[in-house]
């Protein structure tokens, strides 16, 4: 899902699109991951889904 998100972003001024950077972005995304899914935090998204799933029935 963090992909994802990314992928939405237009183009990374700050590293470029190198394949080290491409390794970089994808490890990040992985700790990220890791660390949401470990700790049990939230990043709002299940509390924006369900708000507008709500408000379209």
Known sequence: M???MR???PGDA?????NGA???KSM???YLAEELA???Q???LKEF?????????
């Open 28 to 30: 990040y995304d992985q």
């Open 7 to 9: 992928e939405s972003l």
């Open 38 to 40: 470990g700790k049990n």
């Open 49 to 57: 889904l369900f708000k507008e799933l709500k408000d379209s029935l």
């Open 42 to 44: 939230s990043i709002g």
């Open 2 to 4: 963090i992909k994802s």
């Open 14 to 18: 700050l590293f470029g699109e190198s």
């Open 22 to 24: 491409s390794i970089y």
